[in-house]
């Protein structure tokens, strides 16, 4: 079945640092990928998402590929900020028959610090 | 406008008691899906609404699990004779479509301790 897996967390940076969170998955289809957001407090949002092969998703100075030779759609971000301290979920959406059901990873916390 | 909403925020429950979640998705969304988050885990997959019909229950844990969605609206969780492995924070997600791109839109979830 389909499957998603993050790098473990939690994932410690000093403020303006450059940030990646890996993310790989398997799908038995032509998957849509997504990351989202969860920030303290509050319930999971969309951050970005891409729908097909070579497209890259940006958001709020996030960015992700979405590359099927490798299978993966690692988030990037230049230069981090306390704000973006969170837990970043990466997600794909798949057909299982006549529905399109979200298949997420554990999870990456990640801590900034000033 | 209004996001999804859930209630109760927090239930604390005795094992063996029957617990209802509610869930009220943003106004026009046609898709639904209950969530289970458990410490240290990701998001498991528990049942997704197309309307009012339920083609995919396959993530239901076991037959104490029910869950039903009424005028394509709001929908419940039920989980009956709760054991304490059921403590979890159940999350609700809307999608417009529940198509290959909808992003979903998720509540601040329901976090329940069983005791």
């Known amino acids: 079945g389909d499957s998603v897996t993050q790098m473990e967390g939690p994932v410690t940076l000093s403020e303006e640092a450059f940030l990646t969170i890996n993310c790989t998955y398997t799908a038995t289809g032509y998957p849509s990928l997504f990351w989202y957001v969860q920030y303290p407090g509050e319930g999971l949002q969309l951050l970005l998402k891409?729908?097909?092969?070579?497209d890259k998703g940006s958001n709020k100075g996030f960015e992700a590929t979405y590359r099927k030779e490798t299978t993966s759609f690692h988030l990037e971000k230049g230069s981090v900020q306390v704000s973006d301290s969170a837990v970043y979920f990466c997600a794909l959406s798949d057909r299982k028959g006549g529905s399109y059901i979200p298949t997420f990873g554990r999870g990456t916390s990640l801590i900034v610090h000033p | 406008g209004a996001g999804v909403s859930q209630s109760p925020s927090n239930k604390v429950t005795e094992k063996g008691k029957d617990v209802e979640l509610r869930c009220d998705p943003i106004?026009?969304?046609?898709?639904l899906y209950w969530y289970r988050q458990s410490l240290g885990q990701g998001l498991e997959f528990l049942i997704y609404?197309?309307?009012?019909?339920?083609?995919?229950k396959s993530g239901l844990p076991s037959d104490r699990f029910s869950a039903e969605r009424t005028g394509g609206s709001v929908s419940t969780l039920t989980i009956q004779r709760t054991q304490q492995e059921d403590s979890a924070v159940y999350l609700c997600?809307?999608?417009?479509?529940?198509?290959?791109?909808?992003?979903?839109?998720f509540g601040n979830g329901t976090r329940l301790t069983v005791t």
């Open positions: 997600a809307s999608s417009l479509w529940g198509n290959l791109d909808s992003p979903l839109h």
């Open positions: 609404f197309q309307g009012n019909s339920a083609p995919d």
């Open positions: 106004s026009g969304h046609t898709a």
């Open positions: 891409a729908t097909k092969a070579d």
